[in-house]
């Protein structure tokens, strides 16, 4: 007898089995272009050029997958409950990145789901991805019925809020569809004044131009001054549009064990990162979404929270850079002595 082809329910039951804490299902199909060209039309992607050439990718999925007929959205948890107190000698890290490198968590439960799939439908074809492939991943999420696209950019959900990681799996076979979600930011707008550079413009466009998370994590080399001035003690990431959302507050622990913080991680101590050597860099953030930023842009982060606020007592640790060969953390250390010792340094 032949195996049951794949359905909703199975689907949906094969994905909780693999860990995912939501799921739902949206039938595949061209995206309106709109939102995305409203991001290029502002040059809002920053200098994140490969957004731009895999604009066909990602407003089509046959594109990746041929004959994608179901589009399974998945979300992750890691939400760990309410953020302990600031520490003036540390610089902060997103709240997705404290834990274990959350794409390899991801990509082992979407292997597992997918021979999940294939074990019922060995005829079955997939695309499965998570935050790698030219996926519209908030998109199909919200067509899911998963959670909606707030004003911030940023995935909410009504039972996690918006700490959730994303996946997708498109598959070629006919899934009952859910229903989208509705938008529940309402006229709330809270996000948009948060922002410390003023990142979000309007609602549910981001410009990365502006935006802490590129700078930090993404950008390579100096950070400009203007940036710099606003960096709000973030050493990785920024959450600050995130913890002022309401669907944020008073939620319970949820996060997947792995995406736990980890010692050392749910902040960074400035001093000690002042100091880190590529060695020890190595040591300590391999594995983790840390890596991102690289040894220089975590180095020069620190420089720069060190420089917001004026610490003296860095002075000395900051002026050891001003002559690095990375030319990131070299005028982040210039930029920051000249606010520590209230004079530019020459």
Partial sequence: MAAPALDSAFVKAAARAAGFHAVGIARSGPLDPAGLDRMFSRGAEADMAW?????????????????ARSVV????????????????DAAKVARYARGRD?????KRKLADLVRRFRERDPDARTFASADIAPVMEKVWAE????????KNGCLITTGFGSWVLLATVLVDRDLEPDSPHAERCGSCAA??????TGAIPEPGLVDARLCLSF?????????????????????????????????NHGLPASSDPELLPRPGQEALDLGATLR????????????????????DGLLRNAILVAGERRDPRHADAVRAHLSSPFPGVREA???????IEGAAVR
């Fill in 51 to 67: 957004l731009r050439r895999q604009r066909a990718e990602r407003l089509d999925p046959s594109r990746l997958l041929p004959g």
């Fill in 73 to 88: 959205a998945l979300a992750l948890s890691y939400g760990a409950g309410e953020d302990p107190p600031e520490r003036s």
């Fill in 102 to 106: 959350y794409h390899a968590v991801m």
């Fill in 143 to 150: 067509r899911a019925g998963v959670g909606w696209i707030g």
């Fill in 191 to 196: 996000c948009l004044s948060a922002c410390p």
């Fill in 215 to 247: 700078h930090t994590i993404e950008r390579r080399g100096p950070v400009p001054p203007e940036i710099a001035a606003r960096i709000s003690g973030w050493g990785f990431g920024c959450d600050d549009c995130q913890t002022v959302c309401p669907w």
């Fill in 276 to 295: 880190l050597t590529e060695a020890e860099y190595r040591r300590r953030f391999n594995g983790t979404a840390l890596a991102r930023a690289r040894y």
């Fill in 333 to 339: 250390a210039h930029w920051a002595l000249g606010r």
